[in-house]
């Protein structure tokens, strides 16, 4: 399938806070309540249509143990977009959140863009984390912030696509080199200043919006 462009993403955040959840439910509209812990580095893709372009997203779902932190940090490296996630029921998780930030800045482009994450939202009654709480962490580093469920899909869909808006703007804005693979994007062959506004092929059905 042609795409104007791919955006290469890594998913981080605590062992146990949804990330794979939040990947399987995002590229194949499931949740799989009983996950293997993540060894390494899981992988996923999916198109989505921005401004009538086609764009592949291309996600690293990330290990949380500590013990894979070098492995982790090689894929900073390359990404144009992070998903940081914590647990709203964990506090531990979102405590942590300095660190995993911290490590991403270090290892990443400097224009990366970074979604914080508050997933298991539909885990109300057991939340340990106010929203509040997000939104200022995300504030006070400049983030996106959002709250999802991998379980019922709220907000999923948007948590990825924001994240590939913010990219995209920023290609506009001349922030990007989009020359430099390094900076996590690559030019793909329907780029083209003539490019109909209308997506080639028919897989506008991937990007249709909310799930089940």
């Not at 779902?61 to 914590?86: C, K, M, N, P």
Request: with cysteine; glycine share 8%.
């Amino acid at each position: 399938m042609s795409y104007a462009y791919l955006f290469k993403y890594i998913i981080i955040g605590d062992t146990g806070v949804g990330k794979s959840c939040l990947l399987l439910q995002f590229t194949d509209k499931r949740f799989q309540p009983v996950h293997d812990l993540t060894i390494g580095v899981e992988f996923g893709a999916r198109m989505i249509t921005i401004d009538g372009k086609q764009i592949k997203l291309q996600i690293w779902d990330t290990a949380g143990q500590e013990s894979f932190r070098s492995i982790t940090r090689s894929y900073y490296r390359g990404a144009a977009g992070a998903l940081l996630v914590y647990d709203i029921t964990r506090r531990d998780t979102f405590n942590h959140l300095t660190t995993w930030l911290e490590d991403a800045r270090q290892h990443s482009s400097s224009n990366m863009v970074i979604m914080l994450i508050g997933n298991k939202s539909d885990l109300e009654a057991r939340r340990d984390v106010r929203k509040e709480e997000g939104e200022a962490f995300a504030r006070e580093h400049g983030l996106i912030f959002m709250e999802t469920s991998a379980k019922t899909a709220a907000n999923v869909e948007e948590a990825f696509i924001n994240t590939a808006k913010e990219i995209y703007q920023k290609i506009q804005e001349g922030v990007f080199d989009i020359n430099n693979e390094a900076n996590g994007i690559k030019i793909g062959p329907q780029h083209s200043p003539s490019n109909p506004s209308v997506p080639l092929g028919g897989s506008r059905s991937q990007d249709s919006g909310g799930c089940c």
